[in-house]
């Protein structure tokens, strides 16, 4: 028996460590805010289960129920998992990568999650702590999100969006979503206990930010203002009023103190999740909200007060509705960064998630049954890409759209299971043979899976959502099949003696090999890949020791690994501080492992584009080309690509081929004035002058268009005048004071390319005079061209930064 406590105990302590993951951040890790939470959660998942499978083996219990949702769940798995293995990427479907940590091993580790949680949580009361717990943990970073908004901790993602310790503001405002409806489901089925078992989410939330202040208060790198002193005196005094309330029984009886403590931690709840500015969680609250009301006033037969409760939610959620349309032009509304996100939802915005929607539903046509597999997004935004995208991020990874995203993942039979999970679940729970909830537990619930099924419209999971959504999925199954009476496995019997003596120790080493390979080899390759990417003491060859050594771990992350290597390589062979072996060394280790990836993944359009571009950029234009080429080929509608190509070409002389594809590339989307402009400036440099006049007085009413490629395809060609010309126009327009030296010292070595001296070095000393600290720099330039020295164009025309070239 003292055994089977153990392993009750270890199960039940991972099982309450779990909403404490959102809290994890890895500073020391690749992706901090993505890689330490699943990590964690991963680790506790294996352990957890391995804890759990002993004890359900010494006691029928805890042996697995059965309920319709853990088939539901069985068979969303099995289709995912068929659905990864026939996909066009298997690694990558399986393992993912740092930025998303998601595939087949996190839905396998969520899945484990559910049949642990739903076989150890067996009774109500346990639920209710283990909520509670979590809504302790969203007190706690309602308390965060504060210190953020005050600026006393940095917004991870910059901007005035709160994103507490997720580092995404969408992720927290769907974190504060399940936990507002799980408080407000815990308020309603409230007993004469309520508010003391409400007290300890108190206790979690304050207690554990106040020991986060006293961290920060001996951490060098944040500054303990007055905010945080503030924020730890109502700490301290919530801490002893919770503590003082928790001994005043008859106290927290009363219906008044109920209230004062629900409505404390909703307030904090709603005040943090409005700072998100997620637009998706916000109306998916207000919706779900309002489902709940309709659900309420529709099927509450006995509760009359109830009732006019829901129905008066019903008609302040209108109001308020109408309310806001009414003042929506309102100055505190338009420059709100809150409520202005909900009035200026601009034409891009919306038109690029429909372009993006549309290339889902086009890659779905191609592969309708099963899908890519998972994380095989990039793969058909880039095969379908829409050019009208220019101006946007050129690597969408995910639809941002639910259910385009496991249409994608999983084709038409993954999609249907995993919205049975929904649907499945909510029709045990109204149907509730087993009487566990209450009208207002079904109603509540059914709001908070559609405000999260709504929110999901517009971004896609994460961890922290996902573990949420499978808890409740977890709560549902375990009220469903509870008590135990018809077990999946309750016929297995195993003696006890063998249960110790040769399945622990089996299981126990499955562990450890199970958490070594998917967690330990990983985190490692995190941790040094952070530090292969920063300066080291020892220099550039310490970086190149490290990239190694996250390589020969072989392990996911390898594909962010090679991307961050051949950045560094580029950086490397430029620099002429490094020896020629070392660059030779960098140039060998990237060519090798981008071999491996293309191998790994060949339908990536990103990699081939990426290794074609890094050879061009160092004068391996003849090596860079079939890479562009096959690039093209996967994605022959995305104009980087095709003028990367032309630009390689061009290098190679084949002057043709490069017009050809420069035409392409502005031909796909004549909106996109870098694609004009670059085909006009190929156009002027091979002698085709009438092309260019035509394209760039087709948009620009002119052809002096100042933009770097133009500026050098007119010097190549002789056309200095026409350099002359951009550069006054450009002195007319750049007359701020701090700019002035910059303008007239640049308008100077135009006119001294163009042969006209004099008119240089009147420009240069009228820079002089505006600056004097600027006067010996002068001199010398005027010095140079009286000597008739050459002066490096590169560097003297295209130091405008900041300028107004329109």
Known sequence: MQINKMLRLIALGGIFMVPFVPLIVAPHMFFP???????????????????????????????????????????FVLVVTIADLLGVSVQTSIWSNFERMEGLVTILHLAVYVLVTGSILNSMKLWDKFFYTSIGVSL??????????????????????????????????????????????????????????????????????????????????????????????ISVAVLFGAGYLWKQRKIMEKQWVQYVVTGGIFLLQVTTLYYTATRGAILGLLGGLLLTALLIAFFEKSRRRLRQVALAGIILLFLGLGGFLLIKDADFVTHSPVLS?????????????????????????????????????????????????????????????????????????????????????????????????????????????????????????????????????????????????????TWIEVKRVVVDSTVAPVLCIILGVTVYVINVRPMFAASILIDAIIPQEKGITQNFEKFKKVFAYNTIGAIEAREQLLQLTLQVIASSQPSQEVKQNFFTLTMEQFDKQLKETPLSTRHYYFLGAFLRAINKPDAGV??????????????????????????????????????????????????????????????????????????????????????????????TDL??????????????????????????AAYYVDGQLGRAIKEIESAIKLDPNFKEQGEAKIQDMRAGKQIDVESTFFVWAGLRVR
């Open 33 to 75: 805010f993505i890689t330490g939470k699943n990590f964690a959660f991963r680790i506790i998942v294996e352990i957890t289960a391995t804890a759990w499978l002993l004890l359900a083996l010494r006691n029928k219990g805890y042996r697995l129920g059965r309920s319709a949702v853990l088939t539901t769940m069985g068979i």
């Open 626 to 719: 079939p890479l562009l080429a096959q690039a093209h080929e996967l994605s022959p509608r995305k104009q980087i690509i095709t003028m990367e190509l032309a630009t390689a070409l061009s290098e190679l002389k084949e002057d043709e081929k490069a017009l050809e594809f420069f035409r392409e590339a502005f031909k796909l989307e004549e909106k996109n004035d870098q694609a004009r402009v670059f085909y006009a400036s190929f156009a002027q440099q091979i002698g085709k002058e009438t092309i260019a006049k035509e394209i760039l007085e087709e948009r620009f009413g002119t052809i002096l268009v100042p933009e770097r490629q133009m500026i050098l395809a007119y010097l190549k060609t002789g056309r």
């Open 341 to 489: 996100r909900f009035t200026n939802l601009s034409f891009r915005e919306v038109g690029s998630r429909s372009m993006v929607w549309q290339m889902a539903l086009k890659g779905i046509q191609e592969r309708p049954i099963l899908g890519w597999g998972q994380n095989n997004f990039d793969i058909v935004f880039n095969k379908y890409y829409d050019p009208r995208m220019y101006s946007q991020e050129p690597w969408f990874d995910r639809a941002h759209n639910i259910i385009l995203d496991w249409t994608i993942s999983a084709g038409v039979v993954g999609l249907v299971s995993y919205l049975s999970l929904f649907g499945v679940t909510l029709f045990v729970l109204w149907k509730d043979t087993r009487k566990k909830f209450t009208l207002v537990d079904k109603s509540l619930l059914t709001g908070m899976l559609a405000g999260y099924l709504f929110h999901n419209l517009f971004v896609f999971d994460n961890i922290v959502s996902y573990v949420l959504f499978f808890s409740i999925l977890a709560y549902v199954h375990t009220m469903e099949s509870f008590p135990r009476e018809r077990g999946v496995w």
């Open 723 to 748: 350099v002359v010309r951009i550069w006054e126009k450009l002195a007319e327009v750049n007359k701020e004071e701090n700019q002035l030296v910059k303008v007239k010292t640049t308008l100077a």
């Open 140 to 233: 706690f970073l309602s308390m965060y999100g504060y210190l953020q908004l005050a600026g006393a901790l940095q917004i991870n993602q910059g901007g005035v969006r709160l994103d507490g310790t997720l580092g995404n503001a969408t992720y927290m405002g769907i974190y504060m979503l399940f936990n507002m409806y799980l408080l407000l489901m815990l308020f309603f089925r409230r007993t004469k206990h309520f508010s003391r078992e409400a007290l300890v989410s108190y206790f979690i939330g304050g207690g554990w930010f106040l020991l986060f202040l006293m961290h920060v208060g001996v951490s060098d790198n944040v500054h303990m203002g007055k905010d945080m002193y503030i924020l730890g005196v």
